[in-house]
């Protein structure tokens, strides 16, 4: 009389174990979006479920974010495969700014390059969402440049 409950109860739980991950949950987004503060000046809450568990993701990942490679790792996560990450020193800019000021340089796609086709394809909002990211977890005394190579 009972194994159809149980069998109920089974399948519940690994539907609870399925929401439970972020990178899988439906029903419990809502939650995993709260707990990571979005919505935020970077993310807004809005687009289908694909990008909303990508943006808690990212949130995650973004908690750690002390090294340069920690920025690295972050950018990858957005999908930009060749950042490089600086001190202004070491990418020429001269003391006293230079110890406070962090180089992102960003390596463009190959769509992206010259010679382009139109529409030009730059004004990625994952850029954008990259940017107002380390702005957030970069030194606070800390300005950070941003550009192509």
Known sequence: GLAG???NAEGLLKEYQDEYD???TTSFITEWESAVGIPDTCFPATGDITD???HVVIKLAALGVQTQQDFIDLAETLGFVGTTVQAGIDAGIAAPDGR???VVNFSLPSANRFPISFPIPFGDEQFFI???L???VKPAN???TYGFI
């Open 5 to 7: 409950e149980l069998f």
């Open 22 to 24: 972020c990178r899988t």
């Open 52 to 54: 909303r568990r990508l």
């Open 100 to 102: 406070f000021t962090i």
């Open 130 to 132: 990259l940017e107002c």
């Open 134 to 136: 380390f702005n957030i």
């Open 142 to 144: 800390c300005t950070a």
